[in-house]
């Protein structure tokens, strides 16, 4: 019994040592795969029943006076005068060899990529009860994707380079409650039904599992990525 149990448990522990080798892969097979469900439900132009009861929750319940400027100041932060303001920060105050260059490009690709879904999709945005003007197709929803890719990337580069545990995470769950908050905002505003929201998270979280692998090294340097963490693990 005790030798079951031990090759139990080892078998176990390779399990889990392979699925931290594999995490980045992990992530992304999941999102494509939540993507690709809820994209099905589109083309079929099916009535989901996340749109429904985000509508029931966000919409008829949480509307007010005091919180439409509070949802229009987080939608705000996800539109390109402040993507661009807040690009020209991180090229002047964050480490590594070209941090805005890295922010820029994944940026600039996800945007890409949005458009071209958006064209090939072309589901129309829900109508009637918006509180803000938008133009173009809904899904994925931009603003999502772009809030997923920017602040996901800084909650990244922060997780890496960070040597106090704290602050590291203070800032990864700071930057994470503005990537939901935008997205919840594009709801409340009437411009985005959930599923393009949660389409474009999905998404957008995909592509950063590929780019902070492959792209995020040829900018920042092997030698600058996550240095701060290894010096506060030798102290």
């Known amino acids: 019994m005790d030798e079951k149990n031990r090759g139990a448990r080892g078998v176990a522990s390779s399990l889990a040592g392979l699925a931290r080798k594999n995490l980045r892969v992990i992530v992304a097979c999941a999102c494509v795969l939540v993507f690709l469900m809820i994209l099905e439900d589109v083309y079929d132009a099916e009535s989901m029943r996340l ?59 996800v945007v890409v990529i949005n458009q071209v879904l958006k064209f090939i999709i072309q589901r129309p945005r829900p109508d009637g009860f918006r509180l803000a003007t ?24 922060v997780w890496k380079n960070e040597a106090d545990r704290r602050l590291r995470c203070l800032y990864a769950t700071g930057f994470a409650l503005v990537i939901v908050m935008i997205g919840v905002s594009r709801i409340y505003l009437g411009v985005h039904y959930a599923s393009d929201v949660l389409g474009g998270f999905c998404l957008s979280m995909a ?29």
């Open 134 to 157: 938008a133009s173009g197709f809904s899904f994925p929803s931009g603003h999502s994707m772009a809030a997923m890719a920017f602040f996901g990337l800084l909650a990244w580069l």
């Open 207 to 235: 592509w950063l599992a590929v780019y902070t692998r492959v792209a995020v090294p040829l900018f920042i340097g092997e030698d600058d990525l996550g240095s701060s963490g290894e010096e506060a693990l030798r102290r």
């Open 51 to 109: 749109d429904r009861a985000a509508y029931w929750l966000i919409v008829e319940h949480l509307r007010t006076p005091w919180l439409t400027p509070v949802m229009e100041s987080f939608s705000a932060l996800a539109t390109p005068v402040s993507l661009v303001v807040l690009l020209l920060a991180v090229a002047a105050f964050a480490p590594g060899k070209r941090p805005g260059m890295c922010c820029a490009v994944n940026l600039v690709l």
